[in-house]
Each structure stands twice: as C-alpha cells, then as structure tokens.
C-alpha cells in the first residue's frame, strides 16, 4: 500500500515534468526526470524505511507509466524500474545512511546515461556513436586540445552524472528528514469512490488487442535487426518496407509521433551530422558520400525501431497481462496499482506545477512526501473492489 502511494506521486511527478519537457523540447530530459525521482524516492525512504518499498513502487510507477500519451513506452518504463532497482539495491547492501544515499543517487542518476546510449545503439546503431565522438574531437581540434578516444568521452560524462547524482541523493536525504519533521497539510482530497474502474492498461475501446501480433512483433524487431545489420541492407529495407506498412495500417492511431515535423527534423539532422562527420578523420572537414549511405541506414533503422517498439506497446496493453498477474498470485499488487491509478487524476491536481517544479525542485517535491501519511489513509480506507 505504501508502495502505491509512492508510485502515484512518483508517475505525477513523472506525468508533470515530462509534459514540460516534452514540449518545450529541453535538453537531457531524462536526466531532469532521473534527478527528480531519485530525490523523491530517497525522501520517502526517510519517512518509510522499508525494505523492498522502492522497488516495489518502481515498478508500480512504471507500469502507470503505461497510460502516457506517448506510444513508446518501453523505453521510459525500463529506465523508470532500474532507477528504483538501483536504489534499492545500494541502501539494501550499504543500509539506510548519508553515504549509501549519495551511492544510490550515483548509480540512479548514471542510468539515464547509460538508458539513453543503449536506446540510441537499439535505434541507430553504434554508427550514430561513431558520430558523435567524431563531432567532439573535430570540436577539440578547434580548441587545439588533443582528440578524446571514446572511453574518455564516456568517463568524462560518467562523472558529470556522478556529480549530478551525488547531488539528487543528498537533496532526497534533505528533503525527506525535512518533511518527516513537518506536520502533513490537512487537504480536502476526494478520490472519487463512485468509480470502479481498475483497468490500467487502457486503449482504444475500438480496438482489438491480439496476443498472437504480440508474438509476432517479439520475433519481427530482432529479426529486421538481423537482416539490416548482418545480411544485407537491401533484403533488411525490403522486409522493413513490407512490416511497416502493415503496422502502420493497423496502429495508425498509435504513431503520432510520426506526424510531428520534429521527429522529421531530428532525422534529417542525423542524416546531415553523419554525411559530415562520418569520415572527419580520415579526409578535410566536408560531405561525405559514405556518410550519407552510412546516415540513411540508421534513418531506415530509427523508423523500423520506433514503429515496431509502437507496435509492441499497443499489444502489451490488453487483458491478458491482468489475467497473468492474477494468475500468478499478483492480485494484491494490482488491487494497489489500481488505487493508484484511481489517485493520479487528484495526485497530480494537488502538486505544483512543472515550471514551479524545474524553478525551486526542493521544496516542490516537499509537498507530496509531507503528504505522504495522509494518502496512505486515504488508500488504506478505500474499498479496493
């Protein structure tokens, strides 16, 4: 129950600031979010210190993440439930104190590097890797400093979101014995107990989920992979071709991110880095024609990964995932995933704003864990049937 609570405030937290972000297109975003739910995750941890707690409520908070506007999902679900996992596991190894705290912030924080160079390789492969550090060392030459190999590139920024992370644990530590010394604000918060739906993995009523596509769209990523990368780009561009118009007829609803002339923009912005810094070390600053075929290809790749982990989105959300969690003795934790997805609508009316959020972070998410005794009342007094 406990965990519920923390996985509701965390995901309207997640829903608020992601929101801002998303559309005012800020820079290292899913870092801003990893920050922000480290700090809130090792806050409740100073009111509740309960072993299991976090990951639980990572969980929890992934799975509500499900319900995003965005189609993609997976990505964001993933680096949610890592986050907690890490925490958990550093305070379970090093106990509840100030140093496992900044370890923990260390490692959670770090993960957003980590998820974002993972999901770049899955999307463009290491060619857009090759890129960008083609890009800095052109950058470096500038300055007349000596070129970086890519390690140094990785440690440099590794200890950027050190820092950062050291940071997101001691403001958690900070705001969690802060809040445990404050009396919780007396709200007049209704949570609706006419509403009895529990259904958490919401679609499009007139659609049909099918859990055979969903088999289909398991083998159908790692086979396109295998054809683009290892048998030829020209057999992997007919097959991408054939599937993506099949899913694109099927799950037209679900790409919109396709429609956004940003998304257009940020491949054609790959595709000019890449015809241009492909061959930087090996010939003058200028268009390479390698680079060009080298850059059309992860364009290719990128478009084949979006619609197919869309694709895969849409069919994980239907009923045989409750009937699964039911089946294997998860009943209890989807009556409290339930009550927390009754709570976001009020969860997320009563917390501050994203603008007010990103300004003064600190005592924005004071709020929800000087709250956080009150909510677990409210979840504790609510009929979960």
């Given amino acids: 129950m406990k965990a519920a609570v923390v996985g509701g405030l965390w995901a309207s937290v997640e829903i608020i600031i992601g929101s801002f972000l998303h559309n005012t297109r800020i820079p290292f975003a899913g870092s801003i979010l990893a920050i922000s739910g480290t700090i809130l995750l090792i806050g409740f941890y100073q009111i509740w210190p309960h072993r299991g ?12 993440k499900s319900v995003s506007p965005s189609a993609l999902i997976l990505g964001p679900m993933t680096g949610i439930f890592m986050e907690a996992a890490l925490i958990e596991l550093v305070i379970f190894l090093l106990g509840a104190n100030l140093p496992s705290y900044l370890i923990a912030g260390i490692f959670s924080v770090s993960s957003a590097l980590f998820h ?24 470096l030459k500038q300055f007349q400093l000596a070129a970086a ?6 440690t440099a920024l590794l200890l950027v979101y050190a820092v950062m992370g050291s940071l997101a644990g001691w403001m958690g530590y900070l705001v969690g014995r802060k809040a445990k010394k404050m009396s919780a ?15 958490f993995f919401p679609v499009n009523p007139e659609f049909q989920t099918s859990a055979w596509l969903l088999v289909v769209h398991i083998i159908a990523i790692p086979l396109g992979l295998f ?7 020209y057999i992997g561009l007919t097959y991408v071709v054939i599937y993506s118009l099949f899913v ?21 912005i790959i595709l000019l880095l890449s015809t241009f810094f492909w061959n930087i070390g090996k010939q003058a600053f200028g268009p390479s024609l390698e680079g060009a075929g080298v850059g059309f290809e992860m364009m290719i790749r990128a478009l084949f990964i979006i619609m197919a982990f869309t694709s895969l989105s849409v069919e994980l959300r239907n009923k045989h995932v409750r009937n699964f969690l039911f089946s294997v003795g998860m009943g209890q934790f989807y009556q409290a ?4 997805f009754g709570a976001l609508p009020i969860m997320i009316s009563l917390l501050p704003g994203s603008k007010e959020i990103i300004r003064n972070p600190l005592k924005s998410l004071l709020k929800p864990i000087v709250m956080a005794d009150q909510w677990l009342e409210i979840f504790s007094n609510k009929p979960t049937e």
């Fill in 53 to 64: 707690m976090i990951i639980r409520a990572g969980l929890i908070t992934a799975l509500m």
């Fill in 337 to 340: 995933l339930g009550l927390a």
């Fill in 149 to 154: 190999d890519p390690m140094e590139i990785f």
């Fill in 185 to 199: 604000e007396k709200l007049d918060i209704s949570l609706n107990a006419g509403k009895k739906n529990r259904e």
């Fill in 116 to 139: 974002k160079i993972i999901s770049l390789v899955i999307v463009y492969s290491f060619d857009l890797l090759r890129v960008y550090v083609n890009m800095i060392n052109f950058a």
């Fill in 248 to 268: 694109g007829f099927r799950y037209r609803f679900a790409m919109r991110r396709l429609r956004k002339p940003v998304f257009w923009l940020q491949l054609v």
């Fill in 227 to 233: 054809l683009l990368n290892y048998i030829g780009f």
